[in-house]
Each structure stands twice: as C-alpha cells, then as structure tokens.
C-alpha cells in the first residue's frame, strides 16, 4: 500500500486537471475490470459482477482531484495572483511551495501591510513567486494550474504526504478492483474528477449508473489533536470511520447499520463520523436521479488540504477489509 501511495500521490491532479492520474489509474486496474470507460466529464468508471439474484448495484466513489491554485493574472512585478481549486485557507499556507503541471516552481506569500494589518487577509493579497520580475519572464500564465509541493515522510504505521486526501481512497478503490471476487453484487468503481469543487463529477456518475447503494470512499479530519474541542472525536489507528454524517448529508441509517454489523463481526475498529466541516461524493450520490442509500468510509486524516497530511496505514488495511467484506455481501 506504501508503494502505491507513494506512487499516487506524485502524479498532480488539481480539480479540472486530473487527466495524468486518470491515466495511470486507467493502466492499474484494466486487467481486473469487466468493462471500463471515461465518461464524458472525465470519471473513470469501471465495472465488476453482474448483478445477481438479492444482489445490489453499488457505486464506489474516490476522487481523483486536490486542492490546488490557478493562475488569475501575473502582475507588474512578475508576482502570479491565483484562484483557488478547491477549500483551504489560504493563510496556513504562506511560505509553501508550489508545482505547476508546467514544472515551474514557485512560493506562495502574503503582501506585508496585509500580513501585519488584516487579520484575515483576501486572495487578491496573496501571491506565487516564481523568481520572475515581470509578466515578460514569468514561466507561467493565466490559466495555468498548481499544487502544493512536498515530499512524503515515512513515520512506520503513518505516513505524511500532500493530497492523500483522496489518494488514499483511489488506492482501497484500486487494490479492492484487484482483488474482489464477483459475487451477487455488481460493483462500479468510480474515479470521479471535482469532488473539490463540490462533487461535481459524482452527480452525472450516478445518474448514468443508478446504484442502489453509493459509498463514497474519502478522509475525515482527525479531531485526536491537543485540545481539540471537538465532541466526535476522530483518531488517528482507531479504524475507519463510517459515516453518519457531514456538512452535505446525512447517512442512509439501514447502511450505517449494515456496515457497523459487518464490521463488529469481524472485530473490525472502527469510528462514527459526525463532522460539520467537509462534504463528500456521498451528497450527489445520493441526491442524483432517484436516489441512492448512500454513506461512506473514510480514512482519519490530519492536516487536511496541507502539503502534509498524514494518515495511519493501520486504519487504511481495516477500510479495505471492511469494504471487501461489504462487496460481498447481500444484506446492506
């Protein structure tokens, strides 16, 4: 699992710019798959098992998409002003560095009065340093997309990356495709684009594919930190956390209550997720066409949209458990 994180979390994907890693992904599971195909907003969607007698359709959902910045316009002084590709504040990234699908490199700053005089500064104040003194030399241009720049640190049972969030989920989508065994269920695998931006690739999913159960596989932050005030609390090796509810939904209960049996029955840990700060491809998939009982499985997650999120491997080897023991069953 290490190894394909590793090798997951090096390909840059900002949301609306995932092509390299859908193609990567394309090549790891296409001897596995019963039929695969890219949709035409850029889901890559792979099917498994026909449904059978008591069985589901199910829709797995993993983002392929990261946060990142684009580029709005480079000023007089060669200062490139960006968007943002998805949620993160901003201020908690002054000083990180850049990598645009181009290969410059840059740093993000703040301007200085707007540092020492504003307490919560707007984007037009931040900017990216290329090295560039003018819109002339600059290597980059409007349009042009980045990514937060790091490398991942191997701690033992954790590991600390950028954009785990939610390469962690392509990897359970990945290696459970390898290796389900197709029984009464039909399985649709999907690597959905712009989850970052709202979901937006999980709702024409889902239309096309009507699933009668939508699980979305992702990361939920982690509230196991020092003085954390949060009353669900989150952690880091206490298993995957099934989802009751987010900002965007609540969980369909007969599902919370299958997966809570199927895991509690196999002395799977695991942990409830009740959080009012994030949104899933769980939403869409169950508000799209006529509904979907949808829930989900995520990884806990510290240091969400940083360049430094980590997870525990422990709680990524239950999810997979979990989520081979649900594919297979007939009772959800």
Not at 73 to 92: E, I, N, W, Y
Not at 125 to 141: E, N
Not at 144 to 162: E, H, Y
Not at 175 to 204: C, D, M, W
Request: hydrophobic share 40%.
């Amino acid at each position: 699992m290490k190894t394909l994180l590793r090798t997951l979390t090096q390909i840059p994907a900002p949301s609306g710019y995932e092509g390299a890693l859908r193609a990567a992904v394309h090549k790891m599971i296409q001897p596995y798959a019963d039929e695969i195909r890219t949709d035409a907003l850029g889901n890559l969607i792979a099917r498994k098992g026909k449904q059978g007698r008591n069985g589901k359709r199910i829709m797995l959902a993993a983002h392929l998409d990261e946060v990142g910045l684009i580029v709005a316009h480079v000023d007089a002084k060669g200062f490139a002003r960006f968007s943002a590709l998805g949620g993160f504040s901003p201020q908690r990234l002054v000083g990180v560095r850049v990598k645009f699908l181009n290969e410059t490199r840059g740093v993000i700053g703040l301007e200085r009065e707007a540092g020492q005089k504003e307490r919560a500064p707007g984007m037009d104040k931040y900017f990216i340093d290329t090295g560039a003194t003018s819109p002339k030399d600059s290597p980059v241009r409007v349009g042009d997309a980045a990514v937060l720049d790091s490398d991942s640190i191997d701690l033992g049972d954790r590991l600390v990356s950028r954009c785990l969030d939610d390469r962690v989920g392509v990897a359970l989508l990945v290696e459970s495709l390898r290796s389900h065994k197709t029984g009464a269920n039909e399985v649709h695998y999907v690597f959905t684009i712009q989850e970052e931006l709202g979901g937006r690739g999980a709702g024409p999913a889902a239309f096309g594919l009507e699933p009668e159960i939508g699980l979305a596989v992702d990361t939920t932050p982690a509230t196991d930190g020092p003085n954390e005030r949060e009353r669900n609390l989150i952690q880091l090796g206490g298993g995957p956390a099934i989802k009751v509810k987010d900002t965007g939904m609540i969980a369909d209960p007969r599902l919370v209550t299958s997966l809570k049996s199927i895991a509690g029955k196999n002395r799977i840990p695991y942990q409830l997720e009740l959080t009012e700060s994030i949104g899933t491809d769980a939403r869409p998939m169950q508000m799209t066409g006529a509904g979907a009982r949808a829930g989900g499985i995520a990884i806990p997650l510290r240091n969400l949209h940083s360049p430094s999120e980590m997870i525990d491997l422990r709680d990524v080897e239950w999810a997979g458990r979990l989520l081979a023991l649900v594919l297979r069953s007939t009772d959800l």
